[in-house]
């Protein structure tokens, strides 16, 4: 089992920047990869980001590309959400999520609030 606390989220105006971090503990041995989703009020869980614990390559939905990147620290076992040029429908509450011994993701976290003001 992984344990996944992530943190960072707060309130922030449209355009500016937030740093989410996701933690992991526990089995985070054999990851293949760790994601990012959102969820906003009324609205399904959507992808945002994920990275290839291998490799560090990481991919982006379309709506978040070329403003959000994600980054590891494999010694830390940490992923990062870098968040940049933020819009208010970027708002929703964040989840971290790690497919670990598998591709499926099994393992997600509490989820941290981002809120973009206009």
């Known amino acids: 089992q992984v344990q996944l606390v992530e943190s960072g989220g707060g309130l922030v105006q449209a355009g500016g920047s937030l740093r989410l971090s996701c933690a992991a503990s526990?089995?985070?041995?054999?990851?293949?990869?760790m994601g990012w989703f959102r969820q906003a009020p009324g609205k399904e869980r959507e992808f945002v980001a994920a990275?290839?614990?291998?490799?560090?390559?990481?991919y982006y939905a379309d709506s978040v590309k070329g403003r959000f990147t994600m980054s590891r620290d494999n010694a830390k076992n940490t992923v990062h959400l870098q968040m940049n040029s933020l819009k208010p429908e970027d708002t929703a509450v964040y989840y971290c999520?790690?497919?670990?011994?598998?591709?499926?993701?099994?393992?997600w976290g509490q989820g941290t609030q981002v809120t973009v003001s206009s």
């Open positions: 999520a790690a497919a670990a011994g598998g591709y499926e993701y099994k393992d």
């Open positions: 990275i290839r614990w291998s490799d560090g390559r990481t």
């Open positions: 526990g089995r985070t041995f054999n990851f293949y990869r």
